[in-house]
């Protein structure tokens, strides 16, 4: 069964750090794509980066450039979401995602807007609080 699980979510001050991770399980690591979302309430799923792991491409939404890094342990198969410089915009709850690189998920475009639509298995989500 095809499964990722998000962890590392919490409370930080405004101008921190936070790592999160999404660990994979049940398929061929280096065979998907991994996306990260986060949805605030109520507001819509925002694609926020996207790592495709058979060719090591990745995407961000301009809105986490330059403060977000998505990163690789293939012996660990676990992709990471470094998150620097964070500000209270981006409290929301993470969601990791998978799906076959060989349907170009992290191509899509406006990828920040409808990137979601690609993914068809998900995890469970993990909240981040950044607090003033």
């Known amino acids: 069964e095809v499964q990722v699980v998000e962890s590392g979510g919490g409370l930080v001050q405004a101008g921190g750090s936070l790592r999160l991770s999404c660990a994979a399980s049940?398929?061929?690591?280096?065979?998907?794509?991994i996306g990260w979302f986060r949805q605030a309430p109520g507001k819509g799923r925002e694609g926020v980066s996207c790592?495709?792991?058979?060719?090591?491409?990745?995407i961000y939404a301009p809105s986490v450039t330059g403060r977000f890094t998505i990163s690789r342990d293939d012996a660990k198969k676990t992709v990471y979401l470094q998150m620097s410089s964070l500000n209270t915009d981006d409290s929301a709850v993470y969601y990791c995602?998978?799906?076959?690189?060989?349907?170009?998920?992290?191509?899509?475009?406006?990828?920040?807007?409808?990137?979601?639509?690609?993914?068809?298995?998900w995890g469970q989500g993990t909240p981040v609080t950044v607090s003033l």
């Open positions: 995602a998978a799906q076959p690189a060989a349907r170009s998920p992290c191509r899509r475009a406006a990828f920040a807007v409808y990137g979601y639509e690609e993914f068809e298995t």
């Open positions: 049940g398929f061929r690591f280096d065979d998907y794509a």
């Open positions: 790592i495709n792991l058979r060719d090591y491409s990745t």
